[in-house]
């Protein structure tokens, strides 16, 4: 479901007073760390990790794949995959992903195949489906579903990222335990667990998982962590009696790694580009500081004033999750979105509010502008103003010269170039 928008017809005082500040690139240093050869790294994960390769012989594996974006992520899978047939096993993949895809079976089957993931590529069966199984519920009643191939299966190789959440804390974030209790569930069992709230999801989802690991057949669990510059820096395979305990410390190793500005403080930021294969948020409130739920730890991340989304990943496939978040977009932004999917996304996470629609302009050097008219307290001729593509990439980023110099003597930045003035084509959008 699109929306043709009608070009904004809006008077705004004040803003030929307003300039844009002149910029410089810089570099944001981190831990680069990372893991060089991954397939070999994973070869001696599960040869050193799996203590009975002969139990997978003429076995049925069902291993799960998310919609996060995870570099490398077909050479990860194609690597397990040609492994466990050397062992004797037959794998198959599933797409484990709750509602996203826009809640169909081929919805789900085109965003594994945009990260290059399918039959022909991989060499094993792809199987996508929306039914479920009902597996067990939670103390309070909640019903516990399953992917029907996954419980069909002889063994459940549980293959995701771990990363902090967008909307809650805990031992558990976003995770192994997260996909089996949401990820696993399809949308009709991820619809029935946001329906508890987010609030109860840090005790709710190791509840689930422990069920889940009782009475599923869970063959071993692949925990992958990314660093600040989006390379992989950590992937482990373990035995099932270890998926929780290593999902609490890869969730910790993962918030150790993760990127944040260099600064505290921000009058706009501008993010080129949001979409799931970023976040399930579209941009990652960790580092941005803006999320659904509202929970005050994330507003102490970046006192920012105004947050300018200028458009949709390609990967993203038109789901505009994370746009109501934007105090102001551009009418190309929103034409470009399709809201079905998208608020089919945001009432399976009961977050309503997420589905909403923000001001928009009629191009970026509009919205920019609008952006810096409608800060409080500032001077106009010392805005501080950063733009990054996305929240993956967050070691090269333009921000405005009066924040380069209250930051320049950091030892975890490095001047790239400028000053410079933001470019724009002929249609006043950015280049």
């Not at 992989?232 to 099932?240: H, N, P, Q, R, S």
Request: hydrophobic share 40%; aromatic share 6%.
């Amino acid at each position: 479901m699109y929306i043709d928008f009608p070009p904004a017809d809006v008077l705004v005082r004040g803003m030929d007073q307003i300039r844009i500040p002149s910029m410089v690139t810089v570099e944001q240093k981190y831990d680069p760390a990372n893991i060089r050869d991954i397939s070999s790294h994973i070869r001696r994960q599960m040869e050193d990790n799996l203590k009975n390769k002969g139990q997978y012989w003429n076995k049925r594996l069902c291993l799960t794949v998310g919609s996060r974006g995870i570099p490398h992520l077909d050479r990860i899978v194609r690597t397990v995959c040609d492994i466990l047939k050397e062992w004797g096993a037959k794998p198959f993949i599933i797409p484990a992903m709750g509602s996203h895809g826009g809640a169909t079976a081929d919805g789900q089957k085109e965003v594994l195949a945009g990260y290059n993931i399918t039959e022909d590529s991989m060499g094993v069966p792809v199987l996508s489906s929306m039914d479920v199984v009902e597996y067990a519920r939670l103390d309070d009643g909640t019903k516990l579903y399953c992917d029907k191939y996954a419980s069909e299966s002889d063994g459940i190789i549980l293959l995701n990222k771990v990363k902090p959440h967008t909307d809650f804390r805990g031992a558990h974030e976003s995770g192994l335990a997260k996909m089996i209790a949401i990820g696993l569930a399809k949308h009709i069992g991820a619809s029935s667990f946001h329906r508890v709230g987010l609030d109860r999801f840090a005790g709710l989802i190791p509840e689930a998982a422990g069920k889940f690991l009782k009475v599923m057949p869970v063959a071993f669990g692949i925990g992958i962590v990314q660093n600040a510059y989006d390379d992989l820096c950590a992937i482990e395979v373990m035995e099932k009696e270890k998926i929780m305990e290593k999902d609490r410390e890869l969730l910790v190793l993962a918030k150790e790694k993760i990127a944040k500005f260099k600064f505290d403080e921000l009058d706009v930021l501008i993010i080129d580009e949001i979409g799931k294969n970023i976040s399930g948020m579209g941009f990652d409130p960790n580092i941005v500081g803006r999320n659904n739920s509202g929970t005050r730890d994330f507003s102490k991340i970046l006192r920012l004033q105004k947050l300018f989304i200028r458009g949709l990943s390609e990967e993203s496939h038109h789901n505009g999750a994370g746009i109501a978040s934007a105090d102001v977009t551009t009418r190309q932004c929103l034409r470009s979105v399709d809201w079905g999917t998208t608020w089919t996304n945001m009432i399976t996470a009961t977050t309503l509010n997420g589905g909403r629609i923000p001001l928009y302009m009629n191009n970026d050097r509009q919205a920019i502008l609008l952006a810096i008219r409608t800060c409080n307290g500032i001077d106009f001729e010392d805005v501080t103003l950063a733009r990054i593509k996305n929240t993956l990439s967050m070691n090269e980023i333009e921000i405005s010269q009066s924040l380069y110099n209250k930051i320049k003597d950091r030892k975890d930045i490095h001047l790239i170039r400028g000053p410079h003035e933001m470019r724009f084509d002929e249609h006043d959008n950015l280049i």
